[in-house]
């Protein structure tokens, strides 16, 4: 009689699944643009970071936004010289405030940027890929 007590109490247990994460996006997308680093949130800078219109910013990308370096934005002439290797600088144009030019410092020598992407700021999407 015990043992027949033993094997009902074995047959009620019960499983209780618990998600732990979101399951992946099943959203489709078209062909997928070469994007490379993008901006604003998606680059890591946040909105208040960015420098005014018409100035430039020295971004160290993976770098917290509070540790970046000073000042948050200047004038344009004479900043490519002061930036460190792997760093971007960031540039918002007067006469479309909506983009920003993102000048990527080679990665081995300070100061010298091998490509320029212009992104949207509102939703991060790169609009063109130009040579410095």
Not at 71 to 89: D, F, V
């Amino acid at each position: 009689m015990l043992a027949g007590l033993l094997v009902a109490g074995a047959c009620t247990h019960t499983t209780r699944t618990i998600i732990l994460d979101t399951p992946p996006s099943t959203e489709v997308r078209g062909p997928e643009v070469n994007r490379g680093p993008s901006t604003a949130a998606t680059l890591g800078v946040p909105p208040g970071h960015l420098p005014k219109p018409g100035e430039c910013r020295i971004w160290i990308p993976g770098m917290p936004p509070g540790h970046q370096p000073k000042p948050k934005s200047r004038p344009c002439p004479g900043i490519a010289p002061l930036a460190p290797a792997g760093s971007w600088i960031l540039y918002r144009p007067t006469d479309d405030r909506k983009v920003v030019h993102v000048r990527e410092v080679d990665a081995s020598r300070a100061g010298t940027v091998i490509r320029i992407r212009i992104f949207d700021i509102e939703t991060s999407r790169l609009l063109r890929e130009d040579n410095p």
